[in-house]
């Protein structure tokens, strides 16, 4: 194996600004009024809106807080949906799809005002985001998408043509691509570590390296086995989703946890990241398996994420195929060496949508498909807020039936390889009509 593939580190390169690391242990209370599975983003985010409405709140994780997804992430406030807007139009209507993607507007507003409104430091910048096209077809279609948006919803979102390109990103394996202003990026790890000290300061417990084992019913409320001992809960949060695990049979069957990996390149020569990033935006690009990307929030490196299938086989393959990646959109990053590669669980539903919705009394929030950054948090304090009786504060278009049930899965997402290639199977088409 080629040395130069291989990462020195294998930790998020996030946590070089912040570490996560577990908190002192905390005295267990056994009453409590709403008891949170989870201490990412979505069960640090409604431990802080239940907190502040004066319930007594705590916060259960299996690792330390943080350790989930919520700080290993890219960064990216895309607040995607994966379904296109012509896709949720056929499945919900006209009207519910655009309320769909106006909540998108509404929930990334939300975050960057509560970066701002508690001063979190996170290195949040909106750069914008660059979307790059698979050929001049798909630029065509996209460059409609981008005026749609504008339209529909009023955000900034032009297209970018082919010839123009290298002002956005410095490389011809796109033909074209579109841009949308309000998305940016942020480090994943530090905004987690500002979310739980606001937490925390706001009346919080959070018990980490604390599982849940199971949640009953017990009279009104419901009775919460943990590894610290049981707790009588009038209300119960889960908020557990890509590490989603026995704990939540219901839930379980109805996500499918699925790694995401991303690697850091070392610094860069500031005469190249001007070439390769001019405009230090996000990126993404029009493939079903394609990648994500952004410059490192001092400038100096880059970080490309991707789908990783080292569940079976080589565990050095998902990083050789980022970097392959990389190096395909960037030729000049032949010899480029890797600092970081880490991965983490994104959970994907049926339906690609994320979730607030209850069952048999207990309220779950999650199915964030990816992206979290500004999902989590939004539907995390929307499911606080229907906890506490708030129908004005409470409404999402997330809140409805829970994702269908995946048949015949229990946790071991069998069926993973065949999706996978049948995604690669469409890349590959794409990729191919675009070289005609
Ligand atoms: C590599 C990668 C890149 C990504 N990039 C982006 C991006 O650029 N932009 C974006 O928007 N999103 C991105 N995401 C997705 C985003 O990180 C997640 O959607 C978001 O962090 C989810 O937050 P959460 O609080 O729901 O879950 P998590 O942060 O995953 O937290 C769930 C927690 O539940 C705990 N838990 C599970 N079971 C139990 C139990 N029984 N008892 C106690 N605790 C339990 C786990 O320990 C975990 O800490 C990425 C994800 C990954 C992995």
Request: a positive charge; proline letters at 6%.
């Amino acid at each position: 194996m080629h040395e130069r593939s291989i990462a020195k580190q294998s930790t998020p390169f996030w946590w070089q600004a912040a570490p996560v690391k577990p908190l002192p242990q905390q005295p267990l209370t056994n009453k409590l009024d709403v008891l949170i599975v989870g201490a990412g983003y979505a069960g640090l985010s409604a431990g802080l809106a239940l907190s502040r409405a004066g319930r007594s709140v705590a916060a259960f994780d299996v690792m330390s807080p943080g350790e989930g997804a919520s700080s290993r992430n890219g960064g990216i406030t895309s607040g995607s949906i994966r379904p296109d807007y012509a896709t949720l139009s056929r499945r919900f209507g006209e009207k519910k799809a655009l309320t769909i993607e106006a909540e998108g507007k509404i929930a990334r507003e939300f975050l960057y005002d509560f970066i701002e409104t508690e001063r979190l430091d996170c290195n949040f910048q909106l750069t914008g985001l660059f979307r790059g096209a698979i050929g001049f077809e798909q630029y065509e279609s996209m460059a409609r998408g981008a005026e749609a948006l504008a339209k529909r919803l009023g955000i900034d979102s032009y297209a970018v043509p082919h010839v123009e390109q290298r002002n956005y990103i410095g490389t011809d394996f796109y033909r074209g691509g579109t841009v949308r202003m309000d998305i940016g990026g942020l480090n994943p790890a530090k905004f987690h570590a500002e979310l739980l000290r606001v937490a925390l300061a706001a009346g919080v417990t959070v018990h980490s390296n604390t599982p849940v084992s199971s949640i009953a019913r017990d009279g009104a409320g419901f009775r919460v086995v943990t590894s610290a001992g049981t707790v009588q809960a009038r209300q119960v949060l889960v908020c557990t989703n890509g590490y989603t695990d026995g704990a939540t049979p219901y839930l379980r069957r109805r996500l499918v946890p699925v790694r995401s990996r991303i690697i850091a390149t070392e610094e860069l020569a500031p005469e190249v990241m001007a070439r390769l990033m001019p405009k230090l935006m996000m990126m993404s690009e029009g493939l079903q398996l394609g990648f994500y990307y952004r410059p490192s929030p001092d400038g100096r490196r880059i970080l490309l994420g991707g789908r990783d299938s080292s569940r079976v086989g080589d565990p050095a393959a998902p990083t050789l195929r980022l970097r392959k990646g990389l190096v395909k959109r960037f030729p000049e990053l032949g010899d480029v060496c890797l600092s970081h590669s880490w991965f983490g669980n994104v959970a994907m539903n049926r339906d690609m949508l994320p979730r607030i919705f209850e069952k048999d009394g207990v309220l779950y929030a999650t199915g964030f498909c990816g992206s979290g950054v500004v999902w989590a948090p939004w539907v995390g304090t929307r499911a606080a807020h229907k906890l506490l009786g708030h129908s004005e504060h409470a409404y999402s278009a997330f809140d409805f039936r829970p994702p269908a049930c995946i048949p015949f899965y229990r946790g071991n997402p069998w069926f993973m390889p065949a999706v996978i290639q049948g995604y690669g199977m469409q890349d590959r088409i794409a990729m191919w009509r675009a070289s005609r």
